[in-house]
């Protein structure tokens, strides 16, 4: 009996510390370049950029065009360190798990001198037995951060193999974006980006997947083949846009931004988010927001315009990321499809690529068989055996908008508008099944460009706007259609004004044509709701919640 009482104490001392079931590793945490000797306190969750900035050690990388001398960082090694206390080292037979939720990207992890795990995955969920390694007072936890740029490019050639991708990006398995996009800077970001813990045996929670009342139909019809969502049974319009992470800085993104940007969406009139797969599989938070808000979530994969290797070790890490976010999010009942990935399969068939890299037609097929692998056979796999009871679609769109199916099979992502210059007029004839990409381009206002730019800088030729607009010929195409459209421009407030108004005739457009299709369209996910930093770009709503004139359009038109 006096062994047990004895037991039950130091248990019961240590779940003190540990809150009952876990604690936060969050506190005394500091970080250094691995070239120096120099340490300087960390945030975390947080990311190297954000603790240089807090640190004075560097500009602020969203202000002027500070994006182009801070390429740097990512070249980087860097080291991180906290030191806890345990009050009593835990019996034999019971297990203290370390906990990491998100280490972004490539990591080697000590515990007390010991090497406890290599990392290559932000996006997955490691967890290891610390019970032998811990001490009562002064453990100290060390994560070196390996240079992702310099891994991708090292894997990239180690591969042997021409992978298409305007970069090496795709073999990380990092936020894409971080590497830029035609809407994103390139921060090649590393750090504690979610939650570290340490637990007492804690117990996997089972998370029985919801029941889903939205099913996809595809099926074939008169037209061609049908896309298109019921909810108990009801064929019902989905009204939505294309999510981005909602900073390029991860954990920046606090319950308030995710809370103001959806009741945004939902006072839009919105009811579905596609979660668009260059970017996260977002916080719990996004998700038990769009729960109780009642948007239904279209879940992409983290993969998005290019092609994968499908090597053992990669696939392994892919299924384990797979299994750690589906078995996440399932609880969810506002996810209603999983997808592959975005526009891989469009790109493989229509972008060119096989020419532009020289690919030759034995290893065109290899590569083919590669992504058949992944995206028809392992991901589907995983979806059908942990949420079976919803869809799994292989990519979007199911046909490029080059190609006539586009208009009469699945979803479609037209860009006939913008980049294939056509008038905003053609957006009442290209009426697809379900609309899952189509915008705009449109200047934030002013009040978020003198966020970072000076009153002296405020021109399209300014370098720091240049630096702020990421499509290669995102000015150009806008003043083309601010003249198509007889739009008079004098300055640059309203260029500013003209590019907005175009973005609202565009939505207007292209909503009235497909919510009056009479049942052929059945869903407009506009691209793009949000940003991930001031930028010009498709969205309606910028980095700092203000709307553009194509929110109000949206909201017109959708309620």
Same mark, same amino acid.
């Given at each position: ?7 039950? $104490? ?41 603790? *240089? ?17 801070? =390429? ?8 991180? +360190? ?60 060390? !994560? ?12 990239? !050639? ?94 920046? !993104? ?11 969406? +939902? ?21 038990? *927001? ?10 992409? $994969? ?17 299924? =384990? ?133 000076? !009153? ?19 000015? =150009? ?83």
């Amino acid at each position: 009996m006096k062994k047990r009482v004895f037991l039950f $104490f130091i248990l019961c001392s240590l779940f003190s510390q540990l809150s009952a079931k876990y604690r936060y590793l969050h506190s005394n945490w500091q970080f250094k370049n691995t070239k120096d000797a120099l340490w300087y306190p960390a945030t975390v969750p947080g990311t190297i950029h954000t603790d *240089l900035l807090a640190n004075k050690q560097i500009s602020d990388p969203f202000v002027s065009d500070h994006e182009r001398t801070l =390429q740097w960082i990512g070249l980087q090694d860097w080291e991180y +360190r906290t030191k806890f206390d345990v009050a009593d080292k835990p019996p034999p037979g019971t297990k203290v798990l370390l906990q990491f939720e998100g280490l972004d990207t490539y990591t080697t992890i000590y515990l007390n001198g010991k090497q406890l795990l290599q990392t290559d995955n932000m996006f997955r969920t490691y967890r290891q037995d610390v019970s032998h390694l811990l001490k009562t007072k002064n453990n100290v936890l060390q !994560i070196v951060f390996h240079s992702a740029e310099l891994k991708a490019r090292n894997d990239s !050639i180690q591969s042997g193999w021409i992978y298409p991708c305007e970069n090496n990006r795709n073999f990380t398995r990092k936020a894409q974006y971080h590497f830029g996009w035609d809407w994103a800077p390139r921060f090649i970001t590393c750090g504690i980006w979610r939650n570290v813990k340490l637990m007492i045996n804690e117990k996997e929670e089972t998370n029985a997947p919801q029941y889903s009342p939205v099913q996809l139909i595809q099926e074939k019809d008169s037209i061609g083949q049908s896309f298109y969502f019921t909810v108990n049974g009801k064929p019902t319009f989905m009204k939505g846009a294309n999510w981005i992470p909602a900073d390029v800085f991860l954990p920046r !993104i606090g319950k308030d931004k995710y809370r103001s940007l959806l009741i945004a969406a +939902r006072e839009a009139g919105m009811n579905m988010l596609r979660v668009w797969g260059g970017g996260i599989y977002e916080d719990d938070t996004f998700y038990e *927001l769009c729960d109780s808000l009642n948007i239904y979530v279209w879940q992409d $994969f983290m993969f998005a315009g290019a092609m994968y290797p499908a090597t053992e070790a990669f696939l392994d890490n892919i299924t =384990q990321e797979a299994i750690d976010n589906i078995k996440r999010l399932r609880k969810h009942k506002c996810i209603v499809l999983w997808c592959g990935n975005n526009e891989i399969d469009e790109a493989w068939h229509n972008w060119g690529w096989q020419k532009q890299f020289a690919i030759s037609k034995k290893d065109s097929a290899q590569l083919w068989k590669e992504y058949i692998k992944i995206f028809h056979e392992l991901l589907p796999s995983l979806v059908s055996q942990y949420d079976s009871g919803r869809a799994y679609i292989a990519s979007s769109p199911l046909y490029g908008w080059g190609r006539q199916q586009s208009m009469t099979h699945g979803d479609s992502h037209f860009w006939g508008m913008w980049w294939g210059m056509q008038p905003i007029e053609v957006m009442s004839q290209k009426v697809p099944r379900f609309m899952s990409e189509y915008g705009m381009q449109a200047m934030p206002d002013l009040e978020t460009v003198r966020q970072f730019a000076t !009153i002296n800088e405020l021109d399209t030729a300014a370098t720091v706007i240049k630096a702020h607009q990421k499509h290669p010929t995102g000015f =150009q195409t806008l003043q083309n259609y601010l003249q198509m459209e007889k739009i008079s421009v004098t300055d640059f407030q309203s260029f500013i004004s003209g590019t907005q108004e175009l973005q609202r005739r565009a939505i207007e457009t292209a909503l009235k044509a497909q919510l009056n299709s009479n049942g052929r369209c059945m869903g407009s996910l506009l691209w793009q709701f949000n940003d991930c930093w001031p930028v010009c770009s498709w969205s309606v709503v910028d980095y700092y919640g203000r709307k553009k004139k194509g929110y109000t359009a949206l909201q017109k038109a959708f309620k």
